[in-house]
Nanobody
Framework: QVQLVESGGGLVQPGGSLTLSCAAS????????MGWYRQAPGKQREFVAR???????NYADSVKGRFTISRDNAKNTVYLQMNSLKSEDTAVYYC?????????WGQGTQITVSS
């Protein structure tokens, strides 16, 4: 059974930084895509960033230049380095992984950007 476990969320001041991690377990094939989505209160879940097994990346316009996604294929782990955080980045962040054509989600981790 595939499981995604996120870590690294919390409270941070505007302008601060955080790094999220997501480790995938119970998989046989290397995930073709690993990524992050977020959902703010009262809003729909939205795409943040993704990274493909070959290293290609995509970012939402709202985080370009501030967030960096990376992955360790040997550990089936994806990271999201978030810099220059803004109040509008406050949300529950979800890890996503595509393995053999199937979508998997983590349980989510809260990030609150507030002074």
């Amino acid at each position: 059974q595939v499981q995604l476990v996120e870590s690294g969320g919390g409270l941070v001041q505007p302008g601060g930084s955080l790094t999220l991690s997501c480790a995938a377990s119970g998989i046989i094939f290397t995930p073709s895509v690993m990524g992050w989505y977020r959902q703010a209160p009262g809003k729909q879940r939205e795409f943040v960033a993704r990274i493909f097994s070959f290293g290609g990346t995509n970012y939402a316009d709202s985080v370009k230049g501030r967030f960096t996604i990376s992955r360790d294929n040997a550990k089936n782990t994806v990271y999201l380095q978030m810099n220059s955080l803004k109040s509008e980045d406050t949300a529950v962040y979800y890890c996503n992984s595509v393995v053999a054509g199937a979508d998997y989600w983590g349980q989510g981790t809260q990030i609150t950007v507030s002074s």
